[in-house]
């Protein structure tokens, strides 16, 4: 399968770290070597890079990891492809713009049938039933809320309905962002953690990096990590539930429906096996 | 003034040359601090490159600068703000999604008044004239063509059109791109060159290189290059006329209408001295 990184932050804070681990697993301790991606909002602005070449050689990937860009809000994604080509258009993240807002997203899994989805003003320029279930997301949003609505938390709610929908179609991870907010969606493999004072050390699984946060952030600093697999070995990582929804607002959950679900392990291991293994994307 | 750079070639063709050039303008031998930015496109995806920080000093610009990305059309923009502030949101080039194809656009110039303009869908993130201009010719594209047109010349005649309204709101020079083909429109500063073989040497105006284009091209390339000044001192550069429309298809100039207009340095005089001098976006 692909794997999604997300961060949502109370100030603007480098992802280097848990970036260096995730880029491994492209074509290194991972089989993902059919591209990847990373998206910084800074403000209202984005910075996307991305590269259809797999991570662990790419220059660019190098730069990311060497250059702190500091962020409240980033998407990440690297790519074992399934549907659509290796190439630049089917490269995660993908981004629209909505309300004078950018809205950015990846997805972990693959769906069937999603050609069924009708689609209104957003149209996938790519071949992947990711990009062109976003397209649907962000048709569904501009029916539903032709101005930008006040109330974000109602709107993420509806958003994870629509989600419910795309899950009936295979396996759906998500994190999708508008640079503020980033929202999450669970369908088998989604794990998240809070960082906050009192910071301790951290070690990456895929490769051997430890760092001490105490170092690198201030007592106030509160930051979430979202990944399809937990990146340290000595933290205790959160395992979202089957059709779990999550909401995070500079780097805490302010929102889900995780104490309405029952954990059930079986059900999505039924859903994942619908697609086949290993070329999840 | 801010600076544009655009390319288009039948063969994906890296800019590392001229975009060397154009960098040093960025806080070196030009004034434009105020950000940079460029877009290469790859088939239908495009990867866009951009910073706030001034591009002469830019670890990302150096990026760019030493890995060649080859490419057919490619966007680019040094920025000296008048409008809107120094930030990411506000650093061009630009990018919507249009009947499942991405619009790349930069803008050189200052507007006056453009807050009139009616806006549809496509909405501004950021502060500038220029992205809102772009939102607009995007709204004037749409409401024309619902589908996808079958001559898209027409389609490039009636964004001309437009921009002519554009025009009269002050200094417009632009580069806009579908990643097939490129659009330009100056009002007062914009130059284009063609090489084709047989291939000669150049030299940068900004900076002591000389490329010998024999040795990096072949036979059948034809690459041609719009800036808002000329980037190099030995080869004879097209200067534009006010009004004018050019359209570029891998590497060719298609379509225009210079030979409608009078040359009139007079006139752009004029219409330049509409902005206050040296602030020109």
Redesign the interface.
């Known amino acids: 399968m692909c794997e999604l990184l997300g961060m949502s932050a109370n100030v603007p804070t480098d992802i280097c770290f848990s970036f260096t681990g995730l880029m491994q697993r492209g074509g290194n301790t991972g089989p993902h070597r059919d591209g990847w991606g990373i998206t910084f909002y800074?403000?209202?602005?984005?910075?996307?890079?991305?590269?259809p070449n797999p991570s662990c050689q790419s220059?660019?990937a190098e730069?990311v990891q060497n250059?702190p860009i500091k962020s409240r809000a980033v998407i990440s994604h690297i790519r074992q492809a399934n549907r659509g080509g290796v190439?630049?258009?089917?490269?995660h993240p993908f981004t629209?713009?909505l309300?004078?807002?950018?809205w950015t997203f990846a997805h972990n899994g693959q769906l069937t049938d999603y050609q069924e989805l009708s689609l209104g003003?957003?149209?996938?320029?790519?071949q992947t039933d990711s990009e062109l279930a976003f397209c649907w997301l962000m048709t569904q949003l501009?029916q539903r809320y032709p101005e930008p609505p006040q109330d974000m938390m109602g709107m993420f709610r509806f958003l994870a309905e629509c989600c419910d929908t795309l899950k009936e179609k295979g396996v759906f991870n998500m994190l999708l962002s508008d640079g503020e907010y980033v929202m999450t969606y669970c369908t088998n493999h989604l794990y998240w953690i809070t960082r906050r004072a009192p910071f301790g050390k951290a070690s990456l699984i895929d490769e051997d990096v430890t760092i001490n946060f105490q170092e690198e952030t201030t007592p106030n600093d509160v930051v979430s990590v979202v990944a399809t697999q937990p990146l340290t070995d000595n933290e205790a990582w959160h395992r979202m539930k089957p059709s779990e929804y999550g909401l995070f607002h500079f780097g805490e959950l302010i929102d889900g429906n995780a104490d309405q679900l029952v954990d059930a392990p079986f059900a999505a291991m039924k859903v994942a096996s619908q697609a086949p293994s290993g070329s999840l994307d």
Do not use: A, H, M
């Open positions: 800074e403000g209202k602005g984005f910075r996307t890079f991305k590269d220059k660019i730069l250059y190439n630049l258009e089917n490269t629209r713009e309300w004078g807002r950018y003003r957003f149209r996938p320029v790519g501009e």
